[in-house]
């Protein structure tokens, strides 16, 4: 069984940064592609950004795109979710979950979910 933890989450004033990671303690084999997903309150869940199991392509949701950084480190088996600029609207609870599909946007093609960590922006 994997399992995925998501660490990092908070409270942070607008403009701020904060830096998610996901440690998947029992996926040894980093063939698997890496999301970042995330659901506010009332909101249908959404994709946040993707990356390959090299770490040589990403994708972004157009509303994070220059602000968020998906980065992954195979040694550690972690991810990484740097967050720059945060709005209030990035508010939400950010799941990372894992793929064998390429840069999947869709959470319905990813086998393996963490628990979700709480992201809160104040205005």
């Known amino acids: 069984q994997v399992q995925l933890v998501e660490s990092g989450g908070g409270l942070v004033q607008a403009g701020g940064s904060l830096r998610l990671s996901c440690a998947a303690s029992?996926?040894?084999?980093?063939?698997?592609?890496m999301g970042w997903f995330r659901q506010a309150p009332g909101k249908e869940r959404e994709f946040v950004a993707a990356?390959?199991?090299?770490?040589?392509?990403?994708n972004y949701t157009d509303s994070v795109k220059g602000r968020f950084t998906i980065s992954r480190d195979n040694a550690k088996n972690t991810v990484y979710l740097q967050m720059n600029s945060l709005k209030p609207e990035d508010t939400a609870v950010y799941s990372c979950?894992?793929?064998?599909?390429?840069?999947?946007?869709?959470?319905?093609?990813?086998?393996?979910w963490g628990q979700g960590t709480q992201v809160t922006v104040s205005s």
């Open positions: 979950a894992a793929t064998r599909r390429v840069l999947s946007i869709i959470s319905g093609n990813y086998d393996y």
């Open positions: 029992t996926l040894t084999d980093s063939t698997y592609g």
């Open positions: 990356i390959s199991w090299t770490g040589a392509r990403t």
